[in-house]
């Protein structure tokens, strides 16, 4: 038994949904289906998501949105037009919309009706095409399939006995339609996750319902060793273990965002990547475990928009709570920090800019001034991250000095190095101007 998750792209317009419509059809083991919000038709095409928050907006601002919401109907009339659906389903999206607009709550819960209504009506136009084909399909909403989270708008949190719930679908009948993105509070109320969202229902839908496999299908036919818009041509990767892939997403990588997979992660069910438009490529796998003999190093991540708070104090290492009372300046300020070396006199908190706005940086400082009485305090924009992942960094032998030596090669000065934090990478801090340069020269050292 699968459950299968078709993103943005795979859903984006009629040809692709027929696409998506053939893979379901050739495997009977897939029962459980999983959509996105239509995505781009092409480059410069805007996603249904991002319509929809755009619409959120201007309602929520007191300003005219007809226009906006003409747009959107636009592309759900052109999708069910072409596949030649029935057209109350525009009228229930339609309905969809104004019930949204209409509703009293609070603007908040408000904005998470309206963005869930792109995965809402994927689910729909797809289960009825299904239905065209032939197949016993039916739409389940998240809050009858048992997707049960926390109260929190936006960033919502599936609750423990979603999983028993959900289970309980293995019972039923036909292929089940599930939107994603989104779920239901105790009280019935609508909660969208993070962006990303559908990665993270696929993943709670593979868990509760115990899969063999969950199948995610994008518009690659695999995870590749480095970014291909930086390396041409990198080398695919055919198997990943979970703590591969989660230090491959958070350090930059497209295919998920970091947390998506935990839910599928912790049931030990494997998942495997696949391309809606080629669907007869293996893909890459990700498992719990694999084979210890195969290469260490199986990608390198990187990313920019980092900065480096960095505090020195003579004796900082005998001053008990220093840490801890750095870390609780920046949790006061609501800001989350990605790694901390350290050494005995100084101390670098490393910050994503999007965490630092003008005026927590200005709070910031003072307080450390205030309360710490550092030496030095400074923060240093413009920084990237560079990842060399692979499970058994701790024990491979020459990990680091090739690492060095890539970087040497193409005069880089490394900036900051954290290893044993992890025993699956090996962080890289530099200047973001040398990003794309650094990644090739160690990508030429590991895989060319």
């Known amino acids: 038994m699968k459950v299968v998750k078709f993103g943005g792209s795979s859903v984006a317009n009629d040809v692709q949904i027929k696409k998506a419509g053939s893979i379901i059809e050739d495997d009977t083991d897939r029962k459980f289906i999983v959509v996105s919000a239509p995505g781009k038709r092409f480059e410069d095409d805007v996603k249904i998501t991002d319509l929809l928050i755009e619409l959120s907006e201007l309602v929520l601002n007191n300003k005219s949105y007809e226009k906006k919401f003409k747009e959107i109907m636009e592309r759900f009339s052109e999708i069910v037009n072409k596949l030649e659906l029935p057209q109350s389903i525009l009228a229930d999206i339609e309905q969809s919309i104004q019930n949204t607009l209409n509703n009293n709550a609070g603007d908040r819960i408000k904005a998470d009706g309206l963005k869930s209504i792109g995965e809402d009506s994927s689910a729909k136009i797809v289960s009825e095409y299904l239905k065209t084909m032939g197949l016993n399909a039916h739409y389940v909403n998240p809050k009858d399939a048992g997707i049960i989270v926390s109260n929190e708008p936006g960033n919502a949190q599936v609750l423990p006995e979603s999983f028993a719930k959900l289970y309980e679908m293995r019972k039923q009948d036909g292929i089940l339609v599930i939107p994603g993105f989104f779920g239901f509070t105790k009280d019935g109320g609508l909660m969208t996750f993070s962006r990303g969202g559908s990665d993270i229902t696929g ?128 949790e006061d300020e609501e800001i989350s920090f990605e790694h901390a070396p350290s050494g005995i006199d100084n101390m670098s908190v490393i910050i994503r800019d999007s965490q630092l706005t003008a005026e927590k940086e200005i709070n910031v400082i003072n307080r450390i001034k205030s309360e710490l009485n550092p030496e030095t305090i400074s923060i240093d924009y413009g920084f990237a991250m560079i990842m060399v992942v692979g499970e058994g960094m701790m024990s491979a032998v020459g990990i680091a000095e090739k690492s060095a030596a890539a970087f040497a090669e193409a005069n880089i000065s490394i900036e900051m190095i954290n290893q044993g934090s992890s025993e699956v990478s090996v962080m890289f801090g530099i200047r973001k101007d040398k990003l794309d340069l650094a990644v090739r020269s160690l990508y030429q050292k590991f895989f060319g």
């Open 203 to 330: 993943s709670i839908v593979s868990a509760g319902v115990q899969a063999d496999l969950y199948e995610n299908f994008t518009d690659v036919d695999s995870v590749y060793a480095v970014n291909p818009t930086i390396v041409s041509n990198p080398e695919k990767i055919t198997t990943l273990t979970y703590k591969e892939m989660r230090e491959l997403s958070y350090s930059g990588f497209g295919v998920f965002h970091d947390e998506a997979l935990m839910p599928a992660f912790q049931a030990e069910i494997p998942v495997c990547i696949k391309n809606t438009n080629n669907p007869a490529s293996p893909g890459t796998m990700i498992v719990s475990d694999k084979d210890p003999h195969t290469r260490c190093v199986v990608g390198i991540a990187s990313d920019t928009g980092f900065s480096n708070l960095y505090v020195s104090k003579y004796l900082m290492n005998r001053e008990i709570g220093f840490g801890r009372r750095l870390l609780q300046i920046l």
